[in-house]
């Protein structure tokens, strides 16, 4: 292959074909073509609006059977649903070539760092990774992409009659992460440090954080409220044990009162990546 032949277009989404071709000469067999979608069958992302991919959104795909010309960065336009590439990315040989892909490109597929500010948006908090061993002669290779996060949703219904209605101002949100980096051991996602807090995304009247799969202990503080312009914030504890499973999307709906957060069970739901149930979580401020 010589240095002007590249891998030009790809074209990625549900059932949509990423094809390489050559600026000059015709299209090279041992460019790699690929098919990708969002696992599981309920195609969503963690961006508000619930696009597949957002514009300006980057991939990375690694063929793990070569040394060279292994690598492609695709970059997602949304105007013309397509996903293009000025990087080489090519078969190793007739048999099983090995790939891994992954979002955010600039992370890894082994390990992420989470965003501890999501204040501005926090679609690159969406760590995805996928695995697929296709050879040359089936001309493409499938790619199902797994959300390996948790997202949690806080959405403000009503504050109680202790507060004015000209004293109540929610100004940020912060939502704890079990662990601020996770890592993949045997296919599960597992805290790699400490805990933190991440700054939420306010949109919409609700605030939502991507954080780590884990265990909020009994007790343990996993949101801060900042009201009013204080600068201490409503600490919100767990009731009891809550545990947040990877490729899940939590909401709660609270009602703010002065002495506690007011959760009823019926008010927390599962949405966006499964439809499953949540029971007997419940939020209390005790501080």
């Known amino acids: 292959m010589r240095a002007y032949n590249k891998c030009l277009t790809a074209v990625l989404a549900l059932c949509c074909l990423v094809s390489c071709q050559e600026e000059i000469r015709p299209q090279d067999e041992r460019c790699v073509k690929i098919n990708a979608a969002i696992s599981p069958t309920l195609i969503t992302r963690v961006s508000d609006d619930g696009a597949l991919f957002l514009n300006g959104d980057v991939i990375r ?49 082994s390990e992420f760092d989470i965003p501890l500010d999501q204040s501005q948006g926090y679609s690159s908090a969406d760590w995805m990774t996928a695995h697929a061993i296709a050879k040359q002669s089936d001309g493409i290779v499938n790619f199902a992409f797994a ?4 997202k949690v949703t806080v959405n403000v219904v009503g504050w109680g009659s202790e507060y004015a209605e000209d004293n109540r101002t929610l100004n940020s949100v912060h939502i704890a992460t079990v662990s601020e980096t996770v890592a993949k051991s045997d296919e599960e996602i597992i805290g790699a440090s400490a805990p933190g807090m991440v700054n939420a995304y306010s949109y919409n009247n609700t605030f939502s954080a991507v954080v780590a799969p884990g265990k909020y ?59 499953e149930e949540l029971l007997d979580q419940e939020l209390t401020d005790i501080s």
């Open 61 to 109: 795909v690694e063929n793990q059977d070569r040394l060279t010309e292994n690598i492609a960065d695709y970059t997602y336009a949304s105007s013309a649903n397509t996903w293009s590439t000025s990087d080489n990315l090519f078969w190793e040989g007739k048999q099983n070539n090995e790939f891994q892909a992954w979002y955010p490109a600039e992370s890894s597929y």
């Open 147 to 150: 959300h390996h996060l948790s």
């Open 217 to 275: 202990e009994a007790d343990s503080e996993i949101v801060h409220l900042y009201i009013n312009g204080s600068s201490e914030p409503l600490v919100v504890k767990a009731k009891a044990d809550i545990n947040l499973l990877s490729g899940k999307a939590y909401k709660y709906n609270v009602t703010i009162g002065r002495d506690v957060i007011i959760l009823d069970d019926s008010d927390v739901t599962v949405t966006d990546w499964i439809d």
